[in-house]
Nanobody, 119 residues
Framework: QVQVVESGGGLVQTGGSLRLSCVVS????????MGWFRQAPGKEREFVAA??WSGNPTLYADSVKGRFIISRNTLQMNSLKPDDTAVYYCAARSGTSVATMYESTYAYWGQGTQVTVSP
């Protein structure tokens, strides 16, 4: 059974940085594409970033472009803003070379980790 577990969330001041990690375990597939999504209070979940196993290509939401960096198992978040406050979810899809921003294309999801950015 595939499990996806995020970690690294927390409280940070505006302008600070956090690094989220994602571990995909129990898988029988050797490669996977990864996506990060987030859900702020009272809002729908939205796309943040995605990448293929090789890292080419990577995709970013306009709101985080230039501030966030997605690696194979991490999401480095820099220059954080209060608008970045949300529960962040890691998602994986097996054996594919396609990075996608669509939730429905990801089969495996973590439970989420809270990121709070104070003014």
């Amino acid at each position: 059974q595939v499990q996806v577990v995020e970690s690294g969330g927390g409280l940070v001041q505006t302008g600070g940085s956090l690094r989220l990690s994602c571990v995909v375990s129990g898988r029988t597939f050797s490669t996977y594409a990864m996506g990060w999504f987030r859900q702020a209070p009272g809002k729908e979940r939205e796309f943040v970033a995605a990448r293929t196993w090789s890292g080419n290509p990577t995709l970013y939401a306009d709101s985080v472009k230039g501030r966030f960096i997605i690696s194979r198992n991490t999401l480095q978040m820099n220059s954080l803003k209060p608008d970045d406050t949300a529960v962040y979810y890691c998602a994986a899809r097996s054996g594919t070379s396609v990075a996608t921003m669509y939730e429905s294309t990801y089969a495996y999801w973590g439970q989420g980790t809270q990121v709070t950015v104070s003014p």
